[in-house]
């Protein structure tokens, strides 16, 4: 064999060479280390903490704000809407009435034409423009009023935990329920006045419990329609059968007054004067200044 043929012959066999990808290598996977696991579930375990402690927190939150035990009958804002109305013109009188619903005594006082306020002096028997007036935010022996008080449109406390609510401004007066200050700061704004009491009825309910206990002489604010009333027992009364009887008689709403048998009056058409409990009641020497009237003129 010569060179040539031996060159050719080298050529046709060609070496073969198999490259190994070690990009392609599979190599064991590795676990991840025991305490990473832990963190995992431990920041999973948070999370649901959070959101459980977060949507305890809405509930709470939402039955303060809006779960009041008693359907609401108007809502603040149609309130704000019927203080901004014109207020329809009528004489100013008080109508006084009497009957008896389910065992329980009472008075019923429809206010005509009148124009509620906060005062905190006790209006004079000779003052004729003084149609009625009554005890409204109770208060501690050091002065602090319990629940929220507004007087000419200056505020004396901001106080929710009391559901019920009277607002008087621009010739207008309304009762309600509610935890939010809406009414009051409307109020505020247009030098009105404003107070908190206890519920007697919300939308013709009674609350699932009472705070007040025992018998005693009771008064309420109570609204049947759009007239308002002032109520009072003429007996000693549960709190519970007081608010029943105003519920039986067609109160659609009503709020606690207190003051049992203080002495009030109010005058009728004719502006004559008509007594209300023992005038040898009055004047109210104690808490002179300080006890806040709920004070009805002529508007």
């Not at 319990?146 to 200056?154: H, I």
């Not at 009503?254 to 003051?259: D, K, Q, S």
């Not at 002179?288 to 009805?296: E, K, R, S």
Request: aromatic share 12%.
């Amino acid at each position: 064999m010569n060179n040539e043929q031996h060159k050719e012959q080298i050529t046709e066999n060609p070496v073969i060479v198999i490259e190994r990808d070690e990009s392609h290598f599979d190599a064991a996977p590795s676990r991840p280390k025991p305490h990473r696991r832990w963190i995992k579930y431990a920041v999973a375990a948070l999370c649901m903490s959070a959101a459980a402690l977060i949507s305890v927190a809405c509930f709470r939150l939402w039955t303060y704000y809006y779960d009041y035990g008693v359907s609401v009958s108007v809502s603040p804002s149609e309130n704000i809407a019927k203080l901004q109305s014109a207020p329809p013109a009528e004489t100013a009188e008080v109508v006084m009435h009497s009957d008896s619903l389910l065992g329980v005594a009472l008075d019923f006082y429809a206010l005509h034409g009148l124009q509620g306020a906060i005062e905190f002096q006790e209006p004079d028997t000779a003052d004729v423009s003084v149609y009625l007036y009554c005890r409204s935010a109770d208060f501690t022996a050091d002065g602090r009023y319990l629940g929220s008080l507004v007087a000419d449109g200056r505020p004396y406390q901001s106080d929710t935990h009391r559901l019920g609510y009277m607002a008087m401004a621009n010739g207008n007066n309304v009762i309600g329920i509610s935890r939010f200050e809406t009414v009051r700061d409307h109020t505020i704004s247009h030098g009105g006045s404003f107070f908190r009491q206890f519920v007697l009825v919300s939308h013709g309910e009674l609350p699932s419990q009472f705070h007040l206990h025992g018998k005693v002489e009771r008064c309420a604010i109570g609204r049947i329609g759009e007239r308002l009333y002032y109520v009072t027992s003429r007996h000693k009364e549960t709190l519970w059968s007081f608010a029943d009887a105003l519920r039986e008689y067609g109160f659609t709403d009503a709020i606690y007054i207190t003051g049992g048998t203080d002495y009030s009056y109010y005058r009728d058409r004719h502006g004559r004067r008509h007594d209300i409990h023992d005038i040898a009641r009055y004047p109210h020497q104690k808490w002179q200044g300080i006890t806040p009237w709920l004070v009805f003129r002529k508007r």
